[in-house]
């Protein structure tokens, strides 16, 4: 009697989940059906598959409208400010994690407040101080803007993970007669795979997606992003479905795939930044 009454009450909680599915995945299925549509189709066909499957639109898309240099453009600022960022960080946080020096606790809590910060708050002063180093317009610029808004949760969460490491191994390994930066490569970076795994992925996403930065710091044409590509297309072309469908879908894919290819770690590196000391 009391597994029926389980089974009866879970009916209602799998038909809310079914419909609440349903609705996750109908933009990504109208985004995909949307790509693959010639324009006739599409104001005569809306929500339906495509009779007739067509790459008309990705090829326009990259063939005409620049798409193509605007993913390089992203693949590039994506690659440099997770890098440079992850450098940083590693140093810092090795530093307030396993090393004593005079305010290193002040310093960590200052870096702590900065998560609260908005972007919006200091993005006026950053630009003007790109500009006054002529860093506008470049790869470099954008990439140390990205690193300096990173910065402080990629050092809070690194300290978290480096803290919990034994400082046993640090201690066998001084022994055997590494350095200071051999116990970094050889024993805390090969331990922190997936704290660094949750970061990159935490960070690509928001790099490759984020819009305000780009658009402010890369206004040369061919120095644009995917989004600011994306969002010169909607602006200008509305009545172009198929491009702006396609230009979301290629936006929106290779995080996709980041996020499946790194699920395992950026799991796993979530649980233990959250429960280690």
């Known amino acids: 009697m009391a597994s029926i009454r ?3 009450f879970k009916i209602p909680i799998h038909i809310i989940l079914i419909i609440y599915s349903i609705i996750s ?5 109208y985004v995909v059906i949307t790509t693959f549509k010639s324009r006739d189709e599409f104001y005569t066909n809306v929500y339906a598959p495509p009779k007739n499957w067509t790459l008309e639109g990705v090829i326009t898309l990259y063939k005409d409208y620049g798409f193509g240099r605007a993913t390089l453009n992203s693949v590039i600022v994506t690659f440099l400010s997770i890098l440079i960022t992850l450098i940083i960080a590693t140093l810092a946080a090795y530093a307030y994690s396993k090393m004593k020096f005079i305010a290193r606790g002040f310093l960590l809590s200052l870096t702590v407040a900065l998560l609260g910060v908005p972007v919006m708050i200091v993005i006026i002063p950053v630009y003007v101080l790109m500009s006054k180093v002529n860093l506008l317009d470049s790869y470099i610029g954008v990439s140390l803007v990205y690193t300096a808004f990173n910065l402080p949760f990629y050092i809070f969460l690194l300290t978290s993970f480096f803290r919990a490491i034994p400082q046993a191994l640090l201690d066998a390994g001084r022994i055997d007669g590494c350095n200071r930066f051999e116990l970094l490569r050889k024993i805390i970076i090969p331990l922190s795979k ?3 795994a949750t970061l990159i992925v935490i960070s690509t996403i928001w790099v490759w997606n984020e819009l305000l930065i780009a658009m402010m710091f890369l206004r040369k044409d061919d120095m644009h992003t995917i989004t600011v590509a ?3 297309i909607v602006g200008r072309y509305s009545m172009h479905p198929e491009l702006i ?3 979301a879908l290629f936006v929106a894919l290779p995080m996709i795939i980041l996020f499946l290819a790194g699920r ?5 590196g979530l ?4 429960l280690k000391e």
């Open 25 to 29: 995945i109908f933009p990504f299925y």
């Open 271 to 274: 649980l233990s930044g959250a």
């Open 194 to 196: 997936p704290v660094y």
């Open 245 to 247: 469908q396609a230009g």
């Open 230 to 232: 994306l969002s010169r």
């Open 6 to 8: 389980a089974s009866l």
């Open 264 to 268: 395992k770690y950026f799991i796993q």
